[in-house]
């Protein structure tokens, strides 16, 4: 019989008797590959979700409301201060805005990752790992919740009022930071949920422990840094970079100082650092895979 | 190992030339942590897969059976890529299943008896739709396959059910259906057959028999049920311990697990058990059971019954008789036995 293992037949190839590819496989970019599987897999959750419209409706507006009472809560704050640490309301909603914006895109984007550890437990990883697209995308966009951009709405309207009612000196950089520090917030953030999910590989409650860096990162941000104690403000800039994400560009869009002792051009640095913790929290993943061992039954 | 050659072993195809799946001295080893006592915990190894060599031949439909326990899932999944070997070398279709699994899995369909590939929520029909997508299978080949699933296996009432309300049964068609829609030219099978009824069960088999068949599908089943194996596979491989305890036709099995059929004899009255002795080679046949005029006599299942049949013919008094074909089961139950430690 012909040697089959490179065959490339036509689009409709025709098949020899045992059973050579119909059609043939192509090597393409994995990165690619795994941006359109989650688009498909996605697309899917999507459509069936839209299904059930009514209780799609009101499962975001619940989430809306949720979220919305954190921002109440800094609201009611400061109807008995005039500022949090040197901050006033709406400096502070620009934070808020650009931090729940950036975890909320996260979520809604990745937030189907805290399921995994239990797809390792119970084996069922197994089938996504016979499939011919990138584990992660699949992992990523599983029950990909559309009700989720509750969190990203809430975010936005906080934001646009932060920049409706703060009176900033806008320049060219400043107005290309907003952009750019939401979405490498939402990569950094990102990059996280993925590491998290490479611990759960290994360790059983390892979603907890992402939980903290992921939900407790975005309240925390939440706030002026002054607030902090230096070493808390230390260890998120340096060791877990969220501060990248939220603190220092937009302290630099409110021309204020960082506590940390930073050179001002630090504040631009944030996609280049969302961009190498993405790539560790990348290899991270990689390694965790490896270590899968499925289960007896 | 008792025989890696006997009988029918892939007939024609030229077996070791073009051995599409290869393994050779394949392993895998888990590392378990046991409790052993309040917090102390041992590490020991488990040899699920312990030094397995086999070549399948491009088209083969070959049976993987064994107790439980004996490793067949474990292969299975090294042979999918789900998991890496700790040892040997393993090959399918040229590829090395876990350094490039996803560019095996356009080449390989997967039906785990025990879990569903298809999505749970998601009604049949979708999770067809999405493998459509995400194979890339073209357009007129996935209808052709989809209606062909669906007519042979009976879905088309299934499709707009989400797959977690399915019976085992339907789910266990759907997700072969969902493993054979991007034409894989290797579909592994771990019990399929698990939890069928009797005519699901008639419908697979009849399936994926005209599937290697037709379309020359090269198919490795793991199975409790040997009718699947008598039915499907010419030849079978036996495992235990991880260990390959029998390679080759399903009748050859017989013969290595020294397997005797039964001549059931009645007599015109009760007598006493007979006995033949034939010159110099020991007795033909050794009486098992006397129940009045009836006798029941074991003999070797590779020996003729003829010649036993005309001695006692011509030395009894023989009303009637009957041969019983050995009980493959038992044949099994005997090799698993005996390589139980
Ligand atoms: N993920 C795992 N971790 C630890 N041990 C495992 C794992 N998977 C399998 N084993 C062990 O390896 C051995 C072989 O298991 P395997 O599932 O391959 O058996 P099997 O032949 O498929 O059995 P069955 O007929 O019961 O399905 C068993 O002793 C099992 O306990
Ligand atoms: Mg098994």
Redesign the pocket.
Known sequence: MAETVAVRPGPEGSREPGGSAYFAYEERPRVLEGLRAYGLIVGMWVRSTMAYRASFVMTTFGNLAATAFDFLTIVLMFTHVDALGGYTLPEVALLYGVSATAFGLCDLLLGSMERLGRRVRDGTLDTLLVRPVPVLAQVAADRFALRRIGRILQGLAVLVYALATLDIAWTPLKVAMLPVMVISGAAVFGAVFVAGAAFQFVAQDASQVQSAFTYGGATLLQYPPTIFAKDLVRGVTFVVPLAFVSWLPTLYVLDRDYPLDLPQWVAFLAPVVAVAVGALAGLAWRAALRTY????? | MLDTSVGAAGEGTGVGHDGFITLDGVEKV?Q?RRKAGLLRRERHE?R?VDGISFQVARGEMVGYI??????????IKMLTGILTPSGGRLRVAGIDPSRERTRLAHRIGVVFGQRTTLWWDLPLRDSYRLMHRMYRIPDRRYQENLDRCVELLDLGELLDVPVRQLSLGQRMRGDIAAALLHDPEVLYL??PTIGLDVISKAKVRQFLKELNAERGTTVLL?T?DLTDIEQLCRRVMVIDH?RLMYDGSLAGLHEVGESERMLVVDLERELPAISLESEGAGPLARVVKVEGPRQWLAFPASASAAPLVARIAAEYPLMDLSVREPDIEAVIARMYEAAAP
Request: charged share 15%; net charge neutral.
């Open positions: 061992r499925s289960t007896g039954s | 888990f378990v488990v699920a064994g107790p439980n326990g004996a490793g067949k899932s474990t292969t771990d019990e793991t409790h991880g």
